[in-house]
């Protein structure tokens, strides 16, 4: 190899297809459009639900129920997981729980569930508690910080009105 056939073949700034400019040329006539149909006409603009006059499939999927897109999601850490994760001592948080892979994805808000035994003596900090998961904490003598709502209802539908506009 030679140190001029490193770029050999390489050009920097690609030639536009010149279409609609005689047969010999290749892109003549038609224009790279085909013969007729739709994609062929001047104006042309396909409707991006349109699926070649199929029934679109928007309308074939059934729709139930009632889906609020201002819900709040969240995510629920059992007991007996933090019990598995966590020495004795240690401050449980969301980003030591994000660490340990207890808390993933996208979510509004955490709660701790009371499903499993704890037997160390954790500080958990996280928006809800179960009732039992509250009793079973304090009772192998750690303790709850409960933090504020990450957003309250009023402050999504103005999240999502700003990001739809």
């Known amino acids: 190899m030679n140190l001029n056939d490193v770029h050999r073949g390489i050009t920097k700034n690609r030639a536009r297809k010149?279409?609609?400019?005689?047969?010999?040329?290749?892109?003549g006539k038609t224009a790279g459009r085909?013969?007729?149909?739709?994609?062929s006409?001047?104006?042309?603009?396909r409707k991006p639900n349109f699926q070649g006059g199929a029934m679109p499939m928007f309308r074939r999927i059934p729709k139930r129920g009632f889906?609020?897109?201002?819900?709040?999601?969240?995510?629920?850490v059992n007991v007996g997981r933090l019990n598995a994760a966590y020495d004795d001592g240690a401050t449980?948080?969301?980003e030591s729980m994000k660490a340990k892979n207890l808390a993933s994805g996208t979510f509004d808000e955490v709660k701790i569930l009371g499903d499993g035994e704890l037997t160390k003596k954790l500080t958990v900090t996280a928006h809800?508690?179960?009732k039992s998961a509250e009793e079973k904490i304090t009772a192998a003598g750690g303790t709850i910080n409960?933090?504020?709502?990450?957003?309250?209802?009023?402050?999504?539908?103005?999240?999502?009105k700003s990001a739809s506009n």
């Open 146 to 160: 409960k933090l504020p709502p990450k957003r309250t209802p009023k402050e999504r539908v103005e999240a999502l």
């Open 18 to 27: 010149r279409i609609g400019r005689g047969i010999g040329s290749g892109h």
């Open 67 to 76: 889906n609020n897109r201002w819900a709040t999601t969240v995510f629920a």
């Open 41 to 45: 006409r001047s104006g042309y603009s």
């Open 34 to 39: 085909g013969h007729k149909g739709h994609k």
């Open 92 to 94: 449980v948080d969301l």
């Open 128 to 130: 809800r508690f179960s």
